[in-house]
């Protein structure tokens, strides 16, 4: 009896169309990175369209960042890298087998995430309550500190680019609670976690790109 043909027979974890657990593992990895590939293109794509905002309308630009409260993004940015490191240690810890310690680590990177999501929407309701729309719904109250009408460009961009990193937030917190389900059912172990190192993956991806969010909105002048 071959070797993978072994493997197949003694894991339940194998779908049918794998010959082993390696293969399947490498398959798993292989479409995880392609998928990320397509995301780098797509938020490249929106980071091309602010380099030429900042190009075209620089002073516009700089009156949008002064709005931006620098010290909730930092604070943001805090999370995410700490929610980075705890999804790590649930990696490590399944392919350890400790079972409590991946529901530990995959709990308190839901709650970063989740913290993440509430600062950010405390953030976009304080820019709503000074009337800072995107598009033709720019109107700003009286006392705000932008009035100028070009603004509209910056905060209709800034509300794409930050509401779609929410939402690849929101992305990654439904995964990890399907993680969650199948790490308490005591489906992960250092035979089975590709699945949940994909998840990492993805989680990894949408930190990084707050890291370049961060300082292209609240601090480059």
């Not at 240690?89 to 995430?113: D, E």
């Not at 991806?205 to 890291?211: K, M, T």
């Amino acid at each position: 009896m071959s070797a993978h043909n072994h493997e197949g027979e003694h894991s339940k974890f194998l779908a049918h169309h794998f010959k082993s657990m390696s293969q399947q593992t490498a398959a798993g990895k292989l479409g995880m990175w392609i998928f990320m590939a397509q995301e780098l293109l797509f938020f490249s794509g929106l980071f091309c369209a602010y380099g030429f905002m900042r190009f075209m309308y620089p002073d516009m630009v700089t009156q949008g960042q002064s709005s931006m409260d620098w010290r909730l993004g930092g604070i943001n940015s805090v999370i995410l890298l700490v929610s980075s490191l705890t999804m790590s240690l649930c990696v490590r810890s399944a392919r350890s087998n400790n079972k409590a310690g991946t529901v530990k680590f995959l709990v308190a990177t839901m709650i970063c995430g989740l913290l993440f999501l509430v600062i950010k929407g405390s953030e976009w309701g304080m820019h709503f309550h000074e009337g800072y729309f995107p598009g033709k719904f720019f109107n700003p109250v009286a006392h705000a500190e932008i009035q100028d009408p070009l603004a509209h460009i910056f905060f209709g961009l800034y509300y794409v680019m930050t509401g779609m990193h929410g939402l690849h937030i929101v992305v990654g917190l439904g995964l990890m609670t399907w993680m969650l389900v199948r790490a308490n059912r005591g489906e992960f172990s250092s035979e089975n976690y590709v699945s949940l190192e994909n998840t990492s993956l993805f989680w990894h991806l949408v930190d990084i790109v707050w890291i370049f969010l961060y300082p292209l909105l609240y601090l480059a002048k």
